[in-house]
């Protein structure tokens, strides 16, 4: 891809990821300050999911997501917010518009994105977290998160792609090494991250946050966990 392209393209990226955080913040106006979040079921190790029970009327029945699913967390704000599906399509990406399913299928008929390869190039923080690690189960709100804190970028790299591994960068690692840790988005330079304040700014490597840690990966290096306390980012899901 040409450079002034790719320049573009971080700009329209940037700007879809504010968009998410202003539906976002409009969700949680509407919600006693909460975040979005399908339903949670906590326990010691909760482990994450993503695309399921895409098509559920009701991401809240039996039928709908399963519990812990984080794509389905962004899915939310199509239903409950003024936000199209091609919003979540980086243009640096291959990841085109969800169609629903297609014929006269909204968003509101669905409970999920259809493909998450296809249809959702970014990651959210998950906010399912292990028993004891977070004092405070409300702490996924508008009133808690701190302004420096990660919420959503370009989706996670994981560690299956050509020249990605996740796990292995630190913050030591040169800048070659560290395009292994940083998103397949935008040529494996950077991702744009979206700020607890709102705010986006494209970063060249995933050490960013209130302590500097891996986006991508847990405090404790895992990539498919959840949060070690209420500092920890752990984006996803991944593009594996």
């Known amino acids: 891809m040409c450079r002034s392209r790719e320049t573009a393209n971080r700009v329209k990226c940037a700007s879809s990821l504010r968009q998410v955080g202003q539906a976002m913040l409009l969700y949680a106006n509407e919600n006693k300050g909460a975040y979005p979040r399908t339903i949670y079921s906590p326990g010691p190790d909760p482990k994450p999911v993503w695309g399921t029970g895409f098509a559920a009327k009701d991401p809240f029945s ?41 014929g006269t299928n909204t968003a509101k008929d669905r409970s999920n994105f259809t493909s998450i390869p ?3 190039a970014y990651s959210i923080h998950n906010p399912y977290a292990k028993d004891g690690t977070i004092r405070d189960r409300d702490f996924w709100s508008s009133a808690r998160i701190s302004p420096d804190f ?32 940083n998103s ?5 330079d950077g991702q744009n991250v979206l700020y607890g304040d709102g705010h986006v700014e494209f970063q060249t490597n995933p050490f960013v946050g209130i302590e500097r840690d891996n986006i991508y990966v847990t405090q404790a290096g895992v990539l498919i966990g959840s949060p070690e306390n209420e500092n920890d980012s752990i984006l996803l899901p991944t593009d594996d």
């Open 62 to 102: 039996d039928v709908g997501p399963q519990p812990n699913d984080v794509s389905a967390i962004m899915f939310l704000l199509m239903r409950t917010q003024d936000i199209g599906s091609e919003i979540f399509a980086c243009p640096s990406s291959n990841a085109e518009k969800d169609l629903f399913g297609g």
């Open 118 to 120: 296809k249809n959702l």
């Open 184 to 188: 397949n988005n935008h040529d494996r």
């Open 150 to 181: 990660a919420i959503a970028a370009d989706i996670n790299p994981g560690t299956k792609g050509t020249g990605n591994n996740v796990t292995a960068v630190r913050t030591t690692s040169t800048a070659a090494e560290m395009k292994n840790g």
